[in-house]
């Protein structure tokens, strides 16, 4: 049983499907053949391409058909689905920065046809997900920051409050914890205060090291998008990226976590 994660995606579909054919995960019809695998999708299928919709809807199918074979699909809730839910429920209302949420949406590259297309059935769905996990002794979170642990020292204290402030939370309170995630590359700080901080997060949540994306990998290092093609380990192997930054051009990978 091996388990595999992929980050961010950003409504990029046909990368998603060829990501999970080249790791043999699925067949050419798009149907889970990854067995007892698990893959664990960390965040950000929303905006800047312009296949969202589809994305999470791929990954509801194979949640089922994985679940069926004895394998699991699994995914986090990143920024840009909090975002898709939040202009989903408050649309045209006002935020404490005299926005709208929708235009605040369109800033964050937001797709009008994945808003007109979302369901019922998909804001069910996001509401579920969790911000954080663990698998084995890694932390499994979206966002290199720090502020998980505002909300709580262990994986449900965090969750819980997330669940349900996406499901019936007033707006000041998504502003801010929309406003936390602007916070990026927490870990990777010069000299050893970014892992310092890893350290310290996952001595609370009592994992080993953590996986993460959020921060596409060319802006954090300097590299070209499509010279990116694995995980950058880093914070002396506390932390994983695994942003390739798909948005950018990047070819995008999957990590296998037994690497």
Known sequence: MTTYLIGDLHGHLNDYRRLLREQE?????????????????????????VHGIECIELTM?????????????????????????????????????????????????GIESDLARL???????LRELPMMAQVEDTLLIHADATFYVEYGRNIEAVNQPFRRLVCDGPLPHWENALRAFAEHRA????????????????????????????????????EAPASVKQAWTYANGRCINVDGGIYLGGPGFVHRLDQ
């Open 187 to 222: 870990f990777s700080a010069l000299g050893m205060t970014g892992q310092q901080r890893a350290e310290q997060l996952l001595r609370l949540f009592g994992a080993r090291r953590l996986v993460h994306g959020h921060t596409p990998i060319p802006l954090a290092t300097g």
């Open 61 to 109: 199918r194979l949640q089922a058909e994985a679940a069926a074979a004895g394998g699991r699909v699994g995914a986090l809730l990143g920024n840009h689905e909090m975002m898709m839910l939040c202009v989903h429920r408050f649309g045209d209302q006002v935020t404490s920065s005299g926005m709208r949420v929708v235009d605040q949406w369109r800033m964050w590259g």
């Open 25 to 49: 995960l699925i067949d050419h019809e798009e149907r889970w053949c990854g067995g007892t695998d698990t893959i664990w999708l960390i965040g950000d299928f929303f905006d800047r391409g």
């Open 119 to 125: 369901e019922d059935r998909h804001v069910r769905w």
